[in-house]
C-alpha cells in the first residue's frame, strides 16, 4: 500500500530523515515508533503531502505521489487520505456534523448522500447522539472521536494517525486502542500509525518500523522484534530488558557457554572463545525454579520488590549487576532470600559490542 | 479606596454629567445651568435633518475606511504571520512605520499628494499622458482613502495575533480532507479569524467614528462635515455667532451613546475571538503556507501597497518641508531645496515655549495616567472583599468609549464653569488626556498584576508585610516593565492627540498638535510638514525606545509585563 524509497527530508542544515526504505502492506497497521525527535512525525507528513522531502519517492497504492527525481508532488487534497492529528484539529467553528461532513462537502457529494455518510461515520465512533454539538464544547475524548470519523468518512484506502492517544488518560487510551482496532478491521484500512509508546506499538501493530535520529533502525512484527530483536536499541526501546556482560569460555555443540557475574548461561550461537559479548533476555524468558539436570541453573539475592497490583516488579543483584523479573504476585519473595533461575539458549540473545579499532 | 473612587467620579463622571446638565440647559444665548430644564436642545439637534445627513456621513466614511485599512491589514497579517513570503521582518517594519506620522500630518501629505491641482499623483498621471484624473482629494473618497491608509497599521498591529494563533494543523487537516489551498483559507482559516476580525472591525468602526485628524483637515477644505467634526464646529462659530452648547452637547451625547453602543458589540465580539484560539494546550511548531511560485508576485504586491501606505506620504512629507513653494519634484528642483520650514519652526520666539508646552502636557500625562491606573489595577485585582472592586474598574473602563472630542469639549464645560483656573492652561489638556488614555493603561496594568501569582503576594504578607510594602518590594519591580510600556503608549498618543487639545487650548497653551492645526488653517505648508517631519522622528524615536533598551539591557526576568 505505500512504498517509501530513498526517502530524505532536511530542514536547513539539520537532516530529519536520511534515506528511509519502507513498505506497508494493504489491510493491515505499520507503526511508526521511536522516541521524540527521531523523525517518525516527519515521515508521516511527508506520506500526507504536508512536508515536501528532499530526495526519494512514495507511492500509495499505484500512485507515484511523490517523487524528487521526476518532480512529482501531489497536493495533500489529491492523495484521497485521511488523517488524525495529535491535537485532533477539530475545527471549533462547525458543529460536530460539520466538521465530519466536511470531506464529503469538498468531494461535491449528493446532500442526501452526505447526511447518510455522516451518521454512520458518528455512529460507527460512538457519537451520533452529539452531531448538533459545536465542536469547540467537547471532551478531549469526544473530539478525538469526531476527528476520527472525520478521516473515515471519505471511505479512504489509508489513513494516517500522529500520536491519536497520547492526549487520552490511561485508561480511555485503552479502550481507543481495541475500538481502533476493530473499526480498522471492519472497513479494511491501511493505517500508518506514529507513536511513541512502545506498549501502543506493540498492541496494534502488524508491523513495527522503528526510528531514531531519522533512520529506520529495525521493521518487524511486533512479538519478533520484542523478543528477537537485531539491534541492541530495540531491545532496550520495546520494553523492560536484561542485558548482561559476560565471556565466552566455551563452544559446546550449537551454543556458547557464556560466563557472566550472575553465573554461566548458554546462547544459541557461535562464538569463539574469549569474546566479550553482552547477554539479553527479557524478564518473562527467566524460568524460575528450574527442574534439576536443567544445564546452567543461575542462583541469584533478591534485593528490592516492588508491588504493582497484577505482579511483582523483582530486582535481582549481584555485585554491581543487576537483572528485572515479573513474578505473580502469590508469591512473596523476601529482600535477602535467593532465587534460582535459567535461561533457555534459544531464548538468549547475544549482541557484540561495536567493533573498536 | 474611596479616594480612588472619588478621584475617578471627578475625571470620568463629572464630565459626562456636565454634558447632560448642558444638553439640558444650554443653547446660544445661556451659558449651562443659567436657566430651567428643557429638552429644546435635544430636538434642535437631533431632529435636524442636516444632523441625519451628517449621521450618514460618518457612518459611510467609517465603514469604507474600516473596510480599507482591515482589509490591507488582514492580507499582511496572514503573509507576515502565515506564509513564507520573503523579507518577512522588513515588511513587518514596513507595515508599522506609519504609526510614527500622526493622523494629521498623514492627511497634510495626502493632501499634497492628491490636490486636484498640483497634487504629486495627479501630476504624474498627467504626466505620462492621462488626461488629468477628476477624484479629488477633497471628497468623502478622499477622506476614506487617507483614514484607511492611516488605519493599516494600527489594524495590523491588533489582528497580527489573531493570524499567528491559528493551529497550523486545522489548514492541514482541510488540505487531507480534499480541499485545495485557496478552499482551505476560505472554509477554515477565515472563519476561524473572523470573530477577531469583527470584534477589529467595530473597534476601528469606533475609532473612525469618533477621529478627528482626517474629517478635520480634509473636510475643512472639502466642506464635509462628520459627526465629529460637527461638534467640533458647533462650538467655534464662524465669528459674529455665539456656540449652541446645548446643541453641541445633545449631539456629543449622541456620539458617546454610540460609541458605549459599538464598544459593547465589541467586547462579545472579543469574547468569541479568544474561545477560538488556540483549544489544543500543546506546543505545535508554526507551519507556514509554502507559497511555492507566488512567494515573488505576492511580495510585489505587499510592496506595491507600502507605496501609498507608507513611502508616499513619508516622502511628500521631507519633500514639501523643504521646499518655500510646491515645486513636482526632480533633479532640477534640488537646489530650490530649503531649511526655511526648520528654521521658522524652531526659530520663532513662541516655538520653544510650545515644544515645552508638548513635553509638560504629554509628560505629566503619563506619570499621571500610570500611577492612576498602577493604583486601581492593584485595589481592584487585590480586593476580593466588597462591590468596589468591580466598579472601580467598571469606572476606570469607560473613557475607552469616550470620544475624544466629546471628552474634550466636556472637560472644556466643565472648567468654564468651575473656578478652579486651570481653563485655559496646559493642566486642562494634561487633566483631559490622563482621562481619556485611563481605560487603556488600567486594562494593560490590571492583565499585567493577574498575571503576577497570587503565592508572591501571600508568601509577602506571610513575611509580615502590609499591602503598601508588598506593592512596594515585591509587585512595583515585576510590573517595572509594563509600567514604562505603559507610559510610553501614553506618552506617543498624547502627543498624537488633536481633537482633545484643539477643544483645551489658548494661545498660551499652544502644543505640537494644535501649532500643526493652526498652520493648516493658515494654509502654512513648508512650516506644516517641516514640524510633521520633526514630530514624526520624535515619535519613531519614542517607538523604537522599547526595542532599544531590550538590545542595552537583555530581559532579566521572564515574567509579568
Known amino acids: ?142 473530539q478525538q472521536r469526531v476527528a476520527l470519523a472525520r478521516a473515515i468518512v471519505g471511505e479512504p484506502a489509508l489513513l494516517l494517525l500522529d500520536e491519536p492517544l497520547s492526549n487520552l488518560d490511561a485508561r480511555l487510551r485503552a479502550q481507543m486502542r481495541i475500538e481502533l482496532a476493530g473499526l480498522r478491521r471492519a472497513l479494511g484500512l491501511t493505517m500508518l500509525y506514529v507513536t511513541h509508546d512502545q506498549e501502543e506499538a506493540l498492541a496494534l501493530a502488524h508491523q513495527i518500523v522503528l526510528m531514531r535520529d531519522g533512520r529506520v533502525i529495525e521493521t518487524g512484527a511486533p512479538a519478533q522484534m520484542y523478543e528477537r530483536p537485531r539491534h541492541r536499541f530495540t531491545a532496550e526501546f520495546l520494553g523492560l530488558a536484561n542485558f548482561l556482560p559476560g565471556r565466552v569460555v566455551e563452544q559446546r555443540e550449537a551454543n556458547a557457554v557464556i560466563d557472566t557475574a550472575f553465573g554461566r548461561f548458554r546462547a544459541r550461537t557461535a562464538l569463539g572463545e574469549g569474546t566479550l559479548p553482552e547477554l539479553f533476555f527479557r524478564p518473562h524468558q527467566m524460568i524460575l525454579d528450574p527442574p534439576d539436570g536443567t544445564a546452567q541453573i543461575c542462583e541469584a539475592v533478591v534485593s528490592d520488590v516492588v508491588f504493582l497490583g497484577e505482579m511483582l516488579d523483582v530486582t535481582l543483584r549481584q555485585g554491581d549487576q543487576a537483572l528485572r523479573l515479573r513474578l505473580h504476585p502469590a508469591r512473596r519473595p523476601e ?23 | 479606596m474611596w479616594l480612588l473612587g472619588a478621584l475617578l467620579a471627578w475625571l470620568v463622571a463629572a464630565p459626562i454629567g456636565m454634558l447632560v446638565l448642558a444638553a439640558l440647559t444650554a443653547d446660544a ?56 513570503v520573503p523579507g518577512r ?22 493632501t499634497q499628494l492628491l490636490n486636484s491641482s498640483n497634487g504629486l499623483l495627479n501630476v504624474a498621471v498627467t504626466r505620462i499622458g492621462f488626461p488629468q484624473p477628476r477624484i479629488g482629494l477633497l471628497s468623502l473618497g478622499g477622506m476614506i482613502l487617507v483614514q484607511g491608509l492611516a488605519l493599516a497599521s494600527h489594524a495590523y498591529l491588533l489582528i497580527a495575533a489573531a493570524f499567528a494563533a491559528i493551529d497550523p494543523s486545522w489548514e492541514e487537516q482541510s488540505r487531507i480532507a480534499g480541499r485545495g489551498a485557496a478552499g482551505s483559507l476560505w472554509r477554515i482559516t477565515l472563519p476561524l479569524l473572523r470573530p477577531a476580525l469583527l470584534a477589529a472591525a467595530i473597534y476601528f468602526f469606533l475609532v473612525c467614528i469618533e477621529t478627528f485628524d482626517v474629517p478635520g483637515m480634509i473636510g475643512l477644505s472639502a466642506h464635509i462635515e462628520v459627526l465629529s467634526t460637527r461638534i467640533y464646529w458647533a462650538t467655534h462659530p464662524e465669528s459674529g455667532q455665539l456656540p449652541d452648547y446645548g446643541v453641541a452637547s445633545a449631539l456629543a451625547l449622541l456620539l458617546l451613546l454610540i460609541a458605549l453602543g459599538l464598544m459593547r458589540l465589541h467586547r462579545g465580539e472579543a469574547g468569541r475571538a479568544r474561545r477560538f484560539v488556540t483549544i489544543t494546550a500543546r506546543g505545535y511548531r508554526p507551519r507556514r503556507v509554502r507559497l511555492g511560485r507566488w512567494r515573488w508576485p505576492l511580495l510585489g504586491l505587499l510592496c506595491a501597497i507600502l ?129 481619556k488614555y485611563l481605560a487603556g493603561s488600567a486594562a494593560s496594568l490590571i492583565a499585567a498584576q493577574m498575571q503576577i501569582a497570587p503565592e508572591l503576594w501571600e508568601a509577602s504578607a506571610l513575611s509580615g508585610a502590609g499591602a503598601w510594602r508588598t506593592w512596594r518590594l515585591i509587585v512595583a519591580p515585576l510590573l517595572a516593565p509594563a509600567f514604562a510600556n505603559v507610559a510610553l503608549w501614553v ?61 542595552v539591557r537583555p530581559a532579566r526576568r521572564g515574567s509579568a509585563a
Not at chain 1, 459545536?134 to 469526544?142: E, K, P, V
Not at chain 1, 535459567?342 to 557484540?352: D, G, M, N, S, Y
Not at chain 2, 521582518?89 to 495626502?110: D, E, H, K, Q, V
Open chain 2, 491 to 551: 506618552l506617543i498618543h498624547a502627543i498624537r492627540e488633536l481633537a482633545i487639545a484643539i477643544m483645551l487650548y489658548s494661545p498660551a497653551s499652544s502644543v505640537v498638535a494644535t501649532q500643526v492645526w493652526a498652520l493648516w488653517e493658515g494654509g502654512q505648508m513648508t512650516e506644516l510638514c517641516a514640524l510633521g517631519v520633526l514630530a514624526t522622528a520624535l515619535l519613531v524615536c519614542l517607538l523604537s525606545l522599547p526595542a532599544l533598551v531590550r538590545l
Open chain 2, 89 to 110: 521582518r522588513l515588511l513587518f517594519i514596513a507595515i508599522l512605520a506609519p504609526m510614527a506620522i500622526p493622523g494629521m500630518i498623514y492627511a497634510t501629505a495626502w
Open chain 1, 1 to 142: 500500500m505505500i512504498t517509501i524509497s530513498g526517502l530524505t527530508k532536511r530542514f536547513g542544515s539539520e537532516t530529519i530523515l536520511r534515506d528511509i526504505e519502507m513498505n506497508a502492506p494493504a489491510d493491515s497497521i505499520l507503526t511508526l515508533l521511536g522516541p521524540s525527535g527521531s523523525g517518525k512525525s516527519t515521515l508521516l507528513r511527508c506520506v500526507a503531502g504536508l512536508e515536501t522531502p528532499d530526495a526519494g519517492e512514495i507511492r500509495l497504492g499505484d500512485e507515484l505521489v511523490f517523487s524528487a527525481r521526476r518532480r512529482i508532488d501531489l497536493p495533500p487534497d489529491r492523495r484521497k487520505l485521511g488523517m488524525v492529528f495529535q491535537s485532533y484539529a477539530v475545527w471549533p467553528h462547525m458543529s460536530v456534523a460539520g466538521n465530519v461532513a466536511y470531506p464529503l462537502h469538498s468531494q461535491h457529494r449528493p446532500h442526501a448522500e452526505i447526511t447518510r455518510r455522516v451518521g454512520a461515520a458518528l455512529r460507527q465512533v460512538g457519537l451520533d447522539a452529539l452531531a448538533g454539538r459545536g465542536a469547540s464544547d467537547l471532551s478531549g475524548g469526544q
Open chain 2, 307 to 435: 507605496v501609498p501606505v507608507a513611502v508616499l506620504p513619508l516622502f511628500m512629507l521631507v519633500w514639501r518641508s523643504l521646499l518655500r513653494f510646491y515645486v513636482f519634484p526632480s533633479t532640477a528642483a534640488l537646489n530650490r531645496l530649503t531649511w526655511f520650514g526648520y528654521r521658522s519652526v524652531l526659530g520663532e520666539p513662541g516655538s520653544l515655549h510650545m515644544l515645552a508646552n508638548t513635553a509638560l502636557v504629554a509628560g505629566s500625562a503619563a506619570v499621571a495616567t500610570v500611577g492612576l491606573a498602577a493604583a486601581i489595577a492593584f485595589v481592584s485585582v487585590r480586593a476580593r472583599s466588597g462591590v468596589a472592586g468591580p466598579w472601580l474598574r467598571r469606572g476606570a473602563l469607560l473613557p475607552q468609549a469616550i470620544p475624544s472630542v466629546v471628552l474634550g469639549f466636556a472637560v472644556m464645560m466643565l472648567y468654564l464653569m468651575l473656578p478652579i483656573g486651570i481653563y485655559g492652561t496646559i493642566w486642562i489638556i494634561a487633566l483631559a488626556l490622563t482621562t
Open chain 2, 29 to 84: 444665548t445661556h451659558m449651562p445651568a443659567s436657566r430651567a430644564p428643557g429638552l429644546g436642545a435635544f430636538a434642535r439637534a437631533w431632529l435636524d435633518p442636516a444632523t441625519w445627513g451628517v449621521m450618514g456621513t460618518s457612518l459611510q466614511f467609517a465603514a469604507g475606511s474600516c473596510a480599507l485599512g482591515l482589509a490591507i491589514a488582514a492580507l499582511f497579517a496572514w503573509a507576515i504571520e502565515r506564509t513564507d
Open chain 1, 335 to 357: 529482600p535477602g532470600q535467593r532465587l534460582r533461575f535459567a535461561v533457555p539458549p534459544e531464548q538468549a540473545i547475544i549482541f557484540l559490542p561495536p567493533q573498536t579499532p
